[in-house]
């Protein structure tokens, strides 16, 4: 079954840009989706088809996909950012979800 | 603006069932496929189950194959999942989420519900 890889965890000064990383075996071929979610929280959809963002999120998220990896990009950090991010793909007929990233806001 | 409320979460009994709820609102609710998403405790997400919009196709993850069943009124906009045989591994979170596309599904969660909470537990 298909598996997608993430770190456990990232930081970012305020103010600067964080990095979150989604890895599987020729992601690039699939579409991959974003969620955050803050503690006790349902998650909020992010990011949708690679690089789409919902109505109402900030310009200040943003995603690419190629080769081997998946990658959502917050520019300048606020400590509301501060969440789990977990990447989503679809793969011949089910859902896979990452493990999850822990960003904090430093 | 989109509601998906969830109901019907609680304690059970390892090897017994549960049946939950899903009332949606704010949109076309026969027009979209919808699934179930769960998160044990400080655990990933894992997909459950989706329907199509017409109720014509269901799936399920591995974990739940066999024995949970997806369901849907589209009349009373409202989703369900019939938990059985349930174990203790499926204590989790369970949310609802609408698909991002109508009809079949493009199989991407764009609204969420709050979630109930499953316990299962002698």
């Known amino acids: 079954s298909y598996e997608l890889t993430q770190t456990l965890s990232a930081s970012v000064a305020l103010g600067q840009t964080a990095t979150v990383t989604c890895g599987g075996d020729?992601?690039?071929?699939?579409?991959v989706h974003w969620y955050q979610q803050k503690p006790g929280q349902a998650p909020v959809m992010v990011i949708y088809?690679?690089?789409n963002r919902p109505s109402g999120i900030p310009e200040r998220f943003s995603g690419s996909n190629s080769g081997n990896t998946a990658t959502l990009t917050i520019s300048r950090a606020q400590a509301g950012d501060e969440a789990d991010y977990y990447c989503?793909?679809?793969?011949?007929?089910?859902?896979?979800f990452g493990g999850g990233t822990k960003l904090t806001v430093l | 603006q989109v509601q998906l409320v969830e109901s019907g979460g609680g304690v059970v009994q390892p090897g017994r069932s549960l049946r939950l709820s899903c009332a949606a609102s704010?949109?076309?609710?026969?027009?979209?496929?919808m699934h179930w998403v769960r998160q044990a405790p400080g655990k990933a997400l894992e997909w459950v189950a989706v329907?199509?919009?017409?109720?014509?196709?269901?799936d399920y993850g591995d974990s739940v194959k066999g024995r949970f069943t997806i369901s849907r009124d589209n009349s009373k906009n409202t989703l369900f999942l019939q938990m059985n045989s349930l174990r203790a591994e499926d204590t989790a979170v369970y949310y609802c989420?609408?698909?991002?596309?109508?009809?079949?599904?493009?199989?991407?969660?764009?609204?969420w519900g709050q979630g109930t909470l499953v316990t299962v537990s002698s």
């Open positions: 989503q793909v679809w793969d011949v007929k089910t859902v896979v």
């Open positions: 329907i199509w919009f017409n109720g014509s196709n269901v």
């Open positions: 704010g949109f076309k609710f026969n027009s979209y496929a």
């Open positions: 989420a609408r698909d991002g596309f109508g009809g079949s599904g493009s199989y991407y969660f764009t609204h």
């Open positions: 088809r690679d690089t």
């Open positions: 020729n992601i690039g071929s699939k579409k």
